[in-house]
């Protein structure tokens, strides 16, 4: 199986530092999803791994989580494409858990879910974090510039064993990832 593993908050929508909190402040990243509908029809397993503390420090409910990813997924189908599934991590920094980036666990439940590796599929963020859960479990890191992406790729020379590859957005990385995986 085909694997692509994609952040949410930066890569797909616009990124907030006040944390995006309802699906009226879920806004699109121009080429977003028609490059996740290109993954699809390509017959990659396309898959969301995003850190949702806004949950654990009440900033939204569980019924706007759900509502922002309704919204991805009807845009995602009516551009012909479709999720293999949405992980998120609900907890807070402070929780423990194995599941919050830039620990694997995430990537753990797409592979079980799936019933496949992520080893060597690209998985595509726009933080340390995102990359460095990616690399925990042999994915190809992949660097958007979108969201937190530029301040990003400015941290990449001091993670040499990353060999990260830096596009300015997901349609760009996606047409790298379809000629090259």
């Known amino acids: 199986m085909k694997l692509v593993i994609l952040d949410r908050d930066g890569v797909i929508n ?16 121009e080429g977003s999803v028609e490059a996740i ?24 409910e569980l019924e706007d989580l759900e509502a922002m990813h309704q919204k991805l997924q009807i845009a995602v ?4 494409g479709q ?14 858990c194995d599941c ?28 340390l974090r995102d990359l460095q859960a990616g690399f925990a ?13 530029a301040k990003t790729e400015a941290k990449l020379a001091e993670h040499p064993e990353m060999e990260t590859e ?3 957005n997901l349609a760009q990385a996606s047409t790298y990832i379809l000629e090259n995986f």
């Open 37 to 60: 509908a290109s993954l699809s029809q390509a017959g990659f397993a396309v898959a969301i791994a995003t850190n949702q503390s806004g949950l654990a420090r009440r900033y939204f």
């Open 77 to 80: 189908e009516a551009a012909g």
């Open 100 to 127: 919050r980036k830039p620990l694997p666990g995430l990537i753990d439940a797409i592979q079980a879910e799936l019933k496949t590796t992520a080893t060597g599929w690209p998985m595509v963020g726009d933080s």
């Open 137 to 149: 479990r042999g994915c190809k890191p992949i660097l958007v510039r979108t969201g937190k992406g």
């Open 166 to 168: 830096v596009f300015d």
């Open 14 to 29: 616009q990124d907030s530092d006040a944390y995006v909190k309802s699906v009226e402040e879920f806004q699109l990243i």
């Open 83 to 96: 999720l293999s599934g949405i992980f998120y991590c609900p907890h807070g920094p402070d929780d423990g």
